[in-house]
């Protein structure tokens, strides 16, 4: 006798997911999918990020070009010396020209002659003297010929009126009084009349009285020393060059004319 079909029962609990129990007696458990804020806020901050920004009326700005290589490029780069050299400007200064570059009043200065930048005057020469001018961009240099401890001779050709004896001379080579005192032992000699440019313009010179050349070698620098040295002893200058400073010299320089020297070379 046949038996009838077993029917299998099916295990709903199988097939779905469990229902949480929403009973009264069963209190909502919370939802298991969890929340990272730090992961949120590196989301938001990586979304601000991307998005291109603006100006104030809406139009997108533009960004600076940013080259990833600029460390290396700048280490590669060569380091360029821009240290100056130091070098020394002879100049043979005319007549009237002041020892200075500007001059509100227009008149002549180092500037119509040195196109030089960054030079100055190692010490000074009248407006109305003539002859050598050291310029350098030296500090030390500068220091060393305008201080009287170094000893840096000087030499003059001054043309005096009058012809003074050797008596008269030789009150210079001792020194002189004047009104900020004792001037230091000078050499002193009489010369011939050096070959040198015509004054522009002319020096006046008597026509009864002679003149005489003097060569004169000092170490100070007081304001117009030599005029007032030889007006001291009687007999004024007429015409004053300075020929010579230390080791540089007029010789082959023209009046209104200069020459640029780097220091260490053969002057």
Not at 211 to 229: A, D, F, K, P, S
Request: proline share 9%; with cysteine; aromatic share 6%.
């Amino acid at each position: 006798m046949s038996q009838p079909p077993v029917s299998k029962s099916i295990n709903k609990n199988k097939l779905s997911p469990k229902r949480a129990n929403t009973g009264a007696g069963s209190p909502a458990k919370p939802s298991a999918k969890p929340t990272n804020k730090s992961s949120a806020n590196r989301a938001t901050v990586a979304e601000s990020k991307v998005l291109p920004a603006r100006n104030a009326n809406g139009s997108l700005k533009k960004e600076p070009f940013k080259n990833p290589n600029r460390r290396a490029v700048a280490a590669a780069k060569p380091v360029v010396n821009q240290t100056i050299a130091p070098v020394i400007v002879l100049f043979n200064k005319p007549f009237d020209v002041l020892c200075q570059f500007t001059d509100e009043q227009g008149r002549k200065t180092l500037k119509d002659y040195i196109p030089i930048a960054d030079v100055y005057a190692a010490g000074r020469l009248d407006r109305d003297s003539e002859g050598l001018l050291l310029l350098t961009n030296d500090g030390q240099l500068q220091a060393r010929l305008t201080e009287p401890k170094k000893k840096t001779f000087k030499i003059y050709w001054v043309q005096v009126e009058g012809v003074p004896s050797e008596d008269v001379l030789t009150k210079l080579r001792q020194g002189v009084e004047l009104n900020d005192g004792m001037t230091l032992p000078a050499k002193v000699k009489i010369m011939d009349s050096p070959d040198i440019w015509p004054r522009n313009p002319p020096v006046r010179e008597r026509k009864n009285i002679p003149t005489t050349w003097l060569e004169i070698q000092i170490h100070e620098g007081r304001n117009r020393q030599v005029r007032r040295m030889t007006a001291h002893i009687g007999f004024p200058t007429l015409r004053l060059i300075r020929y010579k400073i230390g080791q540089w010299s007029l010789d082959n320089l023209p009046s209104g004319e200069h020459k640029c020297i780097r220091l260490g070379d053969q002057v």
